[in-house]
């Protein structure tokens, strides 16, 4: 029965995998048997992140990569091939919030994040889908969007969209590559501890306000993403696609 979620043999890159979520669906693949190759742009981070999925017992590659940019994300995916002979799942994780007066936000400040969060997704998601279709064999492609897809986000437009957007890309795309048996979706995380919310852990009123609306009454951690990222890598989701899938303690239905 658990053999549906075995992903040995499996290579799966995860984009922005030296920390936070990207680092927590990393050791949920590596518990589960794949090997892992790491996409990040600090070096020293991507070093720590590999020597602890090797203690897992994965064989860990690292680059250093910017998603935003597109030689960058093309040389990462063929070296990922050469290192590894082939890409069977790729995490488009790789982002980061800002906040800002929309009314104020520039289009430069706009862009920048986009560049990132939606343009890198696409990018990576892109450069995977291509190199999966040319070996047959099908494969895993997952975004991590957010909660933010759903809910008006105050001071963050540009991410509530970014987010909406790759839901959207990944339903496109879903439907695209089915016939080559490539499954494509997204994660939907609610409030995950991690640097990136450190802020916001420490903003009393604001964390209030988080664990009120969260029915488990707890943040997220990173490890809470462990088990939508092995079932969305493995056989058990071969006939899932094109879906959005919350992992927020419950916050999206209260
Ligand atoms: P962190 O700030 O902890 O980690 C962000 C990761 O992305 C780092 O590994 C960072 O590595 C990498 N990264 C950032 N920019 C780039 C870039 N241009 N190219 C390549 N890698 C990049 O954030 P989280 O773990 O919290 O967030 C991860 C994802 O989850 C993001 O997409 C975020 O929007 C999403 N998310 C987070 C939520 C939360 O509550 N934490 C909730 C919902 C969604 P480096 O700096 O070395 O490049």
Not at 48 to 53: D, R
Not at 76 to 84: A, L, P, R, S
Not at 130 to 144: D, F, N, P
Not at 173 to 199: F, K, M, Y
């Amino acid at each position: 029965m658990l053999d549906m979620f075995d992903l040995s043999g499996k290579v799966a890159v995860v984009t922005g995998g030296n920390r936070g979520i990207g680092l927590g669906i990393a050791r949920g693949l590596a518990r589960a048997g794949a090997d892992l190759a790491i996409w990040s742009r600090d070096e020293d981070r991507n070093r720590e992140a590999a020597e602890e999925l090797r203690a897992l017992g994965a064989r860990v590659g690292t680059w250093s990569c910017d998603v935003a940019s597109e030689p960058e994300v093309r040389r990462c995916t063929d070296e990922t091939v050469e290192h590894f002979g082939r890409i069977d799942v790729s995490f488009a994780n790789a982002g980061y919030g800002s906040a800002h007066d929309p009314l104020r936000m520039t289009l430069e400040q706009w862009r920048r994040l986009l560049a990132v969060n939606l343009d890198g997704a696409f990018l990576t998601l892109r450069d995977a889908a291509r190199h999966m279709r040319e070996r047959g064999g099908g494969g895993k492609l997952i975004a991590v969007s957010s909660i933010s897809a759903l809910f008006g986000t105050p001071k963050q437009p540009h991410y509530a969209a970014g987010k909406a957007g790759l839901d959207a890309l990944v339903r496109s795309l879903a439907v695209e590559l089915a016939r080559h048996d490539i499954q494509v979706n997204s994660i939907q995380p609610g409030w995950i501890e991690t640097e990136a919310t450190r802020p916001a852990q420490d903003h009393a009123a604001l964390n209030d306000a988080i664990l009120r609306r969260t029915p488990a009454r707890r943040w997220g951690r990173p490890a809470d993403l462990e088990g939508i990222a092995v079932y969305l890598a493995s056989r058990a989701s071969d006939y899932h696609t094109g879906d959005s899938i919350r992992i927020d303690g419950g916050y999206s239905v209260f």
